[in-house]
């Protein structure tokens, strides 16, 4: 729905992309503020941490696992 803007290169191009896989499928998408999703924010913030580029991959544990 074009509902928010995105500023940088990279992911504007993804938006791009997945705008094209969804094209003809039924799919929403929604905003979840990292306060309500401390796992997410938990792996952002280590894999900012590590240096790590996007497509790499590491393995996260949740501390309550």
Same mark, same amino acid.
């Given at each position: 729905?074009?509902?928010?803007?995105?500023?940088? $290169? *990279?992911?504007?191009?993804? $938006?791009?992309?997945? !705008? $094209?896989?969804? %094209?003809? *499928?039924? *799919?929403?998408?929604?905003?979840?503020?990292?306060?309500?999703? @401390? %796992?997410? %924010?938990? +792996?952002?913030?280590? $894999? +900012?941490?590590? !240096?790590?580029?996007? !497509?790499? @991959?590491? @393995?996260?544990?949740?501390?309550?696992?």
């Amino acid at each position: 729905r074009g509902e928010y803007k995105i500023k940088d $290169a *990279v992911l504007k191009q993804l $938006a791009k992309e997945i !705008g $094209a896989l969804c %094209d003809g *499928v039924e *799919v929403e998408f929604e905003h979840i503020y990292r306060e309500q999703n @401390t %796992d997410a %924010d938990a +792996m952002a913030n280590l $894999a +900012m941490d590590r !240096g790590k580029e996007p !497509g790499e @991959t590491f @393995t996260f544990q949740r501390k309550d696992a």
